[in-house]
């Protein structure tokens, strides 16, 4: 028997299912070594390789006997056949690859064959960099690079004294200030061509308008933004987004959004995706 009783007269939206394949890849697949499913990953290459991560999301009705939008292995099996090559292809072209082609690449491999329809595509190439391609702008893709900056503030309202401003915001109103390591993501619409807006051209705005200024800075006394805003999580994604929006407005790089960490459990995305 099937499980299609369990949902009958369940009103349900079309599920998703994002499964994240690990691979290390070498420039010479010869060198490829096939091991366990762990949550390392496969394959791995005897030798140095590229280590790569790569994010499918697949959408699509419940199957009626499994349950499943996508048998997981199944996605594994497949990421591995069809994307393997191509990475190993990209590095060692005459030409630098361009990720954002790569990935419409990778994605119209992994889409096709999968019964599911594969909505998303993410190929991570460090912990600080991605390239990411969502259904239906599959003309553009998604870049995000990650940086941080550490800096000291207070959180204080001028109208409060001391008693008020700590029943509203604890020990972050104390006078002298605290600090922060804070990781800022920035994320970047760019064609899936060679066209595409690079990571250096991205790193020189993100380094000459946000870093500079806010990098081992007391926000309240050092960044005129926050002469008289309160540098709050909130605030200061907001004032991130707004120093990089006028210099990532070209058909190269359009500024799609920022999110910003100030402990690896609180962040704050502007604007609101």
Not at 186 to 195: E, K, N, W
Not at 255 to 270: K, Q
Request: aromatic letters at 6%; a negative charge; proline letters at 6%.
């Amino acid at each position: 028997m099937g499980l299609s009783h369990i949902f009958k007269g369940l009103s349900m939206s079309t599920p998703s299912l994002t499964r994240t394949i690990r691979m290390q890849v070498p420039a010479n697949l010869e060198h490829l070594v096939e091991g366990p499913n762990t949550y390392a990953g496969t394959p791995l290459t005897e030798g140095i390789g590229a280590y790569f991560e790569i994010d499918v999301r697949c959408v699509g009705p419940l199957d009626a006997t499994s349950g499943y939008v996508e048998e997981i292995h199944e996605i594994d099996r497949q990421v591995r056949e069809k994307c393997v090559p191509m990475l190993a292809d990209a590095m060692t072209g005459p030409a630098p690859a361009s990720a954002a082609r790569l990935v419409k690449l990778l994605h119209g491999a992994v889409d096709s064959s999968l019964d599911s329809t594969v909505d998303l595509l993410g190929l991570r190439l460090s912990p600080y960099h991605e390239v990411r391609m969502e259904c239906p702008e599959m003309n553009q893709a998604t870049l995000a690079r990650r940086y941080t900056f550490s800096a000291s503030h207070w959180l204080r309202n001028p109208d409060l004294d001391d008693e008020g401003n700590y029943a509203v915001f604890g020990k972050c109103s104390h006078p002298n200030g605290h600090g922060h390591n804070y990781e800022l993501e920035v994320r970047v619409l760019i064609p899936a061509g060679d066209d595409a807006m690079n990571v250096v051209e991205l790193d020189t705005i993100v380094e000459t308008r946000v870093l500079s200024l806010l990098d081992h800075k007391h926000l309240n006394l050092d960044v005129d933004a926050f002469k008289e805003l309160n540098p709050t999580l909130e605030n200061i994604a907001a004032t991130c987004y707004h120093l990089l929006d006028a210099h990532l407005d070209a058909p190269s790089g359009r500024l799609s959004g920022v999110r910003v960490w100030e402990t690896d459990r609180t962040s704050c995305e502007y604007p609101t995706p």
